[in-house]
């Protein structure tokens, strides 16, 4: 049986780039995130491990699976920027890298047309995120964005949001359903999120820092970061 240890106590820290605040997670995740010399761009957190991206090529993963660590590193060591992962409970996975490319499996057929699409076209692809009943949302270029079997609200939103010329940056979902999207530089629209943690991206953004992700762990727990 592997045993992980979580963090019980809310631990807030600061790195070179700005603030975290982390509860409930992976303990060696925490430790990670604090001590990363350069920005931590994105967390992924598993029921057993985790993901940690910093900087443009820098990475650190715990029980993602050797074939998916592999395919991090050939990215990494070829010069192409790790942008976002995101693992699937029935293993499939799909890892944003460059300016528009994938490496996806398991995941939709749906998602990976699109992001296929996407790769033949000029547009960004920054962000991908999978809700816990399988749907997905796709973001890119500004304020772009390709979603399925969402929570209507978060669709909404999304959409508003386009229209109102918000660069959208990214989108994450609770075990629940609830959501939280990141836009321009500190904006937020957070629903049925752990009041804690929508009370410290507020702190955050009024202290003028730029939001990087607010994600959640399967059992509850949830990592934010600023810079």
Known sequence: ILLIALSVLPQLGRTQAGEYFNRNINQEAHEVIGSVKCDVKWVFLTPNGFSVL???????????????????????????????????????????????????????????????Q????????????FTPSGGFVILYGKNGHYC?????????????MAREGRELRSITFTPQDGFSIIYNRNGFFNRNVPDEAHQQMKRMANRGYQLNYLVFHPNGGWALSSK
């Open 54 to 116: 910093h900087g443009k090529y820098g990475f650190f993963n715990r029980n993602i699976g050797n074939p998916r660590h592999q395919i991090m590193k050939e990215i990494a060591y070829a010069g192409l920027e790790l942008k976002r992962t995101a693992f699937l409970p029935g293993g499939g996975f799909s890892i944003l890298y460059g300016h528009n490319q994938h490496v996806s499996d398991g995941i939709p057929q749906e998602a990976i047309d699109v992001l296929n």
């Open 118 to 129: 996407l790769a033949q076209s000029s547009h960004e692809v920054k962000h991908i995120a």
């Open 148 to 160: 399925r079997n969402i929570p209507q609200e978060a669709a909404e939103v999304l959409g508003r």
